[in-house]
Structures are given as structure tokens and as C-alpha cells.
């Protein structure tokens, strides 16, 4: 599989996915019922009846005494009330939205990487393999120079015990490309133990052109974002405190039967809630206070959140061109020269002009910098790695 097919694969099948998306859905739901109106009350039972169950009939000269009362209440609420908790609860997902995408690149960042560590560990476990070629020819070749006496003994056990090294260190890099193998199906919602192989050639980018300001984090970045959205969120939550504060009217309508030939009454009222009194309006203009001190408390986060980001993605990418640089350097001189060092000493070796340990510090030579070239090789991932994370590149 090529990196770009299994980081699909995460973005469509890993299990993230569905659960942020159940959490969206959940919140929107949730938003349908943000015009609700408050439950109607009623009531029903006996009204200014006396104890004296003798007094309810009608006497000669009186009515009777007591009713029974069917009583309707409704709260009729306020229609900017109303839009303001749309708009507040409508605005909740949108944070979980970015969450998701955060998550996301999270995820894919560590396919990532591990995608490049197996490309760095098929590499090194190529230069072992062809190491040991090499250093079993320095050992058989050895062993039978020294039976007719014309080499020296201590050279041939460094390149014997260079040998068994070798074989322990193909054994490490075998089970790390396993391991490697296993996370990526993981991440991919795969079994574990799926046969899996990579694409292993790959290009490292070009990040000269990029222009690391706050706008381009602003743009790109879904924690920023998320920041962006709590911010709204906050002056949303703040108009709905606003509108707590508004009158709310309700009616409410009682009907009675009275006992004993009394006449049927009623009671019509228009009730008038007042929130804005000073003894009651106190928790709704402390949370307005508040939440405007939220929100410049979110304003300075996401600003110092870009000045560190700024910092750190041209610091990144300092490092990442002199890691390409090296890369080069180790490519186009260096390897290429101690190749030929190598071959020239193995010529004279087998020509009986150059000793063994003169051939085998030709070898250790080109190994150990065979090794440091994969190192930075690594390294250059991980600052790609890292700053494809820090402007979330697709």
C-alpha cells in the first residue's frame, strides 16, 4: 500500500470516525428542542371550600359554600430568547467538528511516521544483509589464510563477531518492521496481523516557499479553529444571558364550580416575569461579565497558540533543510567515496598488497556511515512528520 492509500484508509475506517460523528449528531439532536416552550400547568381540585361539609349545601336563605377549580397556566416565551438558545446550542457541535479534524491529524501523523520508520528500517535491514556478504567473505577468506599462516588472528574475530552483530541486528529490525506492521493495520481498523507491505519509495517535501505566519495557522489549524468556535460560542452563551434578563409574559385561566347553587366563575390573568429587578438580575449580568473575560482569555490563547506555532514551524524547518543538505552531502560524496575506499581495499586485500584490518576498517568505516546516513534520514521524517502535523497538511 502507498502512504496515500492507507491514510484514506484511517480517515474512512478508523473508529474515531464514527465516534466523534455519533457525538455531532447527538449535539444536533439535542439543538432540535432549543425553541421549546415552557410545559403548560394544570391544576385541579376544591377552592375556598370549608371544612364543614354542612356548609356546601344551599340553605333557605344562602347559597352554599365552596367551588371546585379547573386552573391552566402557560409561560409564553420570548421569541429572541428563543433564537438566541438556537443559535447557542446550533454552535455546539461545530467545536466537536474541529475536535474530530484534530483528532484525525493526529491519527494520520502517527501513520506517518510509522509509514517512514519502515521505509528507514527496510533500508537499514538492506545495508545489514549486504554487510553480512561482506563480512562473511572477510571471515571465510580469513579462515583460510589462516590456516596457511598468512594473516592475523585478531582482525578475524572482530570481523566474526561484526558478523554475529550483524545477524542480531537483522533479527531487531525484522521484529520492528512487524511492530510497525501491526500499528498501521491498527490504525487502519484491520486485523493486527494482516499481510501488509508498504510502498517504499518516497520524496521529501519542499517547505522553502511556505510562508509560516498566524494567518496561514489560523487558516489551517483545527485547534485554532475549535478556538474560533468556542470564542462564538461564548458571545452566543452571552446574547442568551442578555435575553434572561428580558420581561417573560404568561396567562392564566381559572374556571370554577361553585357548590350549593353558587354561580360559575372564572379568573382570566396576564403574568409578568421580571427578571431585570436588581435582587434578581444578579447571576445573569455576573455570567455576562464572565463570559466577555472568557472570551479574551480564548482570544489570548489562540494568538499565543500561533506566536508558539510561528516559532517552532521555521525552527522545524531550519533543521528538516539541513537534514536534506546532509542527506545530499552523504549521498553524492561521502558514501560514494568510502564505496570505492572499500573496493580499493578489498582489491589489494585479495591481492595480498592490504591486510585484513586494514579491510575491515574500510568496512566499519563505510558501515557506521551508511548508519549515520539513515539517522538523519530519520530525523528528516520526523521533521516532515512534525511540521505537515503543524500546518495539518492532507
Known amino acids: 500500500m502507498s502512504l496515500g492509500s492507507i491514510l484514506d484508509s484511517i480517515s474512512h475506517q478508523h473508529p474515531v470516525v464514527k465516534m466523534y460523528d455519533n457525538e455531532i449528531r447527538s449535539m444536533d439532536e439535542e439543538a432540535k428542542g432549543a425553541r421549546s416552550w415552557m410545559p403548560p400547568q394544570i391544576g385541579f381540585g376544591q377552592y375556598m371550600t370549608p371544612y364543614n361539609v354542612n356548609l356546601w349545601k344551599r340553605s333557605e336563605m344562602?347559597?352554599?359554600?365552596?367551588?371546585?377549580?379547573?386552573?391552566?397556566?402557560?409561560?409564553?416565551?420570548?421569541r429572541k430568547k428563543l433564537n438566541a438558545n438556537e443559535?447557542?446550542?446550533?454552535?455546539?457541535?461545530?467545536?466537536e467538528k474541529e475536535a474530530k479534524k484534530a483528532k484525525m491529524y493526529d491519527l494520520l501523523s502517527e501513520a506517518r511516521q510509522l509509514y517512514y520508520d519502515w521505509i528507514v528500517?527496510?533500508?537499514?535491514?538492506?545495508?545489514?544483509?549486504?554487510n553480512e556478504k561482506l563480512l562473511d567473505f572477510m571471515v571465510r577468506n580469513a579462515e583460510l589464510r589462516y590456516k596457511n599462516g598468512l594473516d592475523k588472528i585478531s582482525a578475524y574475530y572482530k570481523a566474526k563477531a561484526a558478523l554475529g552483530s550483524s545477524k542480531n541486528m537483522q533479527l531487531m529490525y525484522e521484529n520492528d518492521i512487524r511492530e510497525k506492521r501491526i500499528m498501521l493495520n491498527t490504525l487502519m481498523n484491520r486485523n493486527p496481523i494482516t499481510p501488509l507491505e508498504i510502498d517504499t519509495s518516497y520524496q521529501l517535501n519542499d517547505y522553502s516557499s511556505v510562508v509560516f505566519d498566524r494567518e496561514m495557522f489560523y487558516k489551517n489549524r483545527s485547534d485554532l479553529k475549535a478556538l474560533?468556535?468556542?470564542?462564538?460560542?461564548t458571545r452566543l452563551k452571552q446574547d442568551l444571558e442578555k435575553q434572561n434578563l428580558k420581561p417573560e409574559f404568561g396567562i392564566k385561566f381559572d374556571n370554577m364550580v361553585g357548590f350549593g347553587g353558587q354561580p360559575m366563575q372564572y379568573t382570566?390573568?396576564?403574568?409578568?416575569?421580571?427578571p431585570m429587578a436588581r435582587w434578581s438580575s444578579k447571576m445573569y449580568r455576573a455570567n455576562i461579565e464572565s463570559l466577555k473575560w472568557k472570551a479574551d482569555a480564548l482570544y489570548a490563547q489562540k494568538d499565543m497558540m500561533a506566536n508558539e506555532y510561528t516559532g517552532l514551524a521555521y525552527s522545524l524547518r531550519n533543521e528538516f533543510d539541513l537534514n536534506r543538505k546532509q542527506l545530499v552531502l552523504y549521498e553524492d560524496e561521502i558514501i560514494p567515496a568510502l564505496k570505492n575506499n572499500y573496493k580499493s581495499m578489498q582489491t589489494g586485500y585479495e591481492q595480498n598488497t592490504e591486510e585484513l584490518f586494514m579491510l575491515y576498517n574500510a568496512w566499519e568505516k563505510l558501515n557506521m556511515t551508511q548508519v549515520e546516513y539513515l539517522d538523519i534520514l530519520t530525523k528528516a521524517f520526523t521533521m516532515q512528520v512534525t511540521l505537515d502535523r503543524l500546518i495539518e497538511k492532507e
Open 62 to 78: 344562602e347559597t352554599g359554600m365552596g367551588q371546585v377549580m379547573l386552573s391552566i397556566e402557560q409561560m409564553l416565551p420570548n
Open 268 to 274: 382570566a390573568m396576564v403574568m409578568m416575569k421580571l
Open 121 to 130: 528500517l527496510g533500508r537499514k535491514l538492506q545495508v545489514v544483509v549486504e
Open 87 to 95: 443559535a447557542y446550542m446550533k454552535a455546539m457541535s461545530a467545536t
Open 228 to 233: 474560533d468556535q468556542e470564542i462564538n460560542k
